[in-house]
């Protein structure tokens, strides 16, 4: 078994790296104070063509594969929380699944301007009052004509309010379950379609988390994803790669914490010497390697599965975003310690890792669900 990434991963991320260390790194303080969304971060990363990783190269991608994508998510994540969150939900979420379920109508029309970072994407599923059971869903679609009309609310949608288009859940038919979901394209400007809140947030500030309203939003047959009814389907299809997403966004967190603690260690000297020869320093920071290189190799598994079209992809995506998020948070919180009490000012990074770190054990399935999914894989 050969654990050697090939030379076209380590050159897309090689590069993806020299930007976020020239780029990213100096201004991810300043945009998360400012609460801004750097838009010409994303122009700087569509310039690199990676806006589009795992997206075939007929609609405007790169062709890369998960792997790929997992590196550059990584990437970003180890300078800047809300740029990884921005970018992964953009990809995982807003492109892919117009390439896995879209006609090639759709795919030119939508997918194209989102792979090569003329627009953003967005995803909308959750609601307020649906939390961890995603299918319990109030926002509805009813067929009028050649029309469907869509009336609801969505709730912490990553991008809202910077998106050129957002994948839209609804119901299609009441009390139809599962059954009655289906997924429409719908475009921001359509009439009808509002922001109503973009949050303050704990952490990931620079990264826009929203509430939309959609007021008998109207939206021609075609921007429907699929057929009626198979808008559940695609979100468990969707979820299983947007987890490998945020598993490697959370390596990103770990690695970009330990280093500024690692260097920190090297750097700070009490009574006479570098604290990282401390013990209890050097312990830590050897924990927290091992740590992250545990969550890095069970990610990067999970790619491949997903690459490879494996049947145990729910299982591994799980884990890997189980483990990888829980070892963020970890990770993270010790580096703040080690910084001591510049590890809680703003002036040094850790604290926005911690703070980045924490929404990774929430979104896209807290690990408690990670937690009930796996056990069904179990078949407990």
């Known amino acids: 078994m050969d654990f050697t990434l090939p030379e076209e991963h380590r050159m897309i991320r090689d590069s993806v790296r020299e930007f976020c260390d020239a780029e990213v790194a100096p201004i991810a303080q300043e945009i998360e104070d400012e609460h801004r969304f750097p ?21 405007g991608g790169l062709g890369g594969d998960q792997l790929m994508y997992a590196l550059v998510t990584e990437e970003l994540g180890r ?12 990809v995982s979420l807003g492109a892919k699944p117009i390439e896995l379920f879209g006609t090639d109508e759709q795919r030119e029309q939508w997918l194209r301007p989102l792979a090569t970072g003329e627009h953003l994407g967005a995803w909308a599923l959750t609601e307020p009052g649906s939390g961890s059971d995603a299918s319990d869903m ?38 139809g379950g599962y059954g009655a979901i289906s997924t429409f394209v719908v ?40 057929d009626p009814g198979d808008g559940w389907d695609q979100t468990r299809k969707t979820l299983d790669g947007g987890r490998v997403s945020i598993a490697a966004l959370s390596v990103g967190l ?57 049947e145990d992809l729910t299982r591994l995506s799980s884990m890997a975003k189980l483990d990888a998020s829980e070892i963020s948070r970890e990770v993270a919180e010790d580096a703040v310690q ?11 990074a850790p604290q926005r890792f911690f703070r980045d770190a924490k929404l990774m054990e929430i979104g896209e399935g807290t690990s408690e669900i990670q937690r009930l999914v796996l056990g069904r894989e179990l078949g407990l």
């Open 39 to 59: 838009a010409e971060v994303f122009d700087r990363l569509a310039e690199l063509d990676v806006m589009g990783v795992p997206i075939d190269e007929k609609w």
């Open 79 to 90: 300078v800047s929380g809300a740029v990884g969150l921005s970018y992964a939900a953009h």
């Open 138 to 175: 109030d926002t509805t679609a009813r067929k009028e004509g050649d029309e469907w009309v869509l009336n609801g609310t969505k709730q912490f949608i990553t991008n809202a309010n910077v998106a050129g288009s957002v994948l839209v859940k609804a119901v299609t038919e009441p009390d």
């Open 187 to 226: 475009d921001p400007a359509d009439d009808g379609f509002e922001v109503s809140t973009v949050w303050d947030k704990m952490g990931l500030n620079a990264s826009p988390t929203c509430e939309i309203r959609l007021n008998d939003v109207r939206v021609p047959a075609d921007r429907l994803l699929g």
């Open 254 to 310: 770990a690695q970009g914490a330990f280093e500024a603690a690692l260097s920190y260690a090297k750097e700070r000297e009490q009574f006479g010497q570098p604290i990282g020869e401390f013990d209890a320093v050097r312990d830590m920071l050897v924990a927290m390697d091992r740590k992250i290189e545990r969550a890095r190799l069970l990610t990067q598994k999970a790619a491949i599965e997903y690459d490879r079209g494996g």
């Open 338 to 348: 080690v910084l001591g009490g510049y590890g809680y000012t703003t002036d040094f």
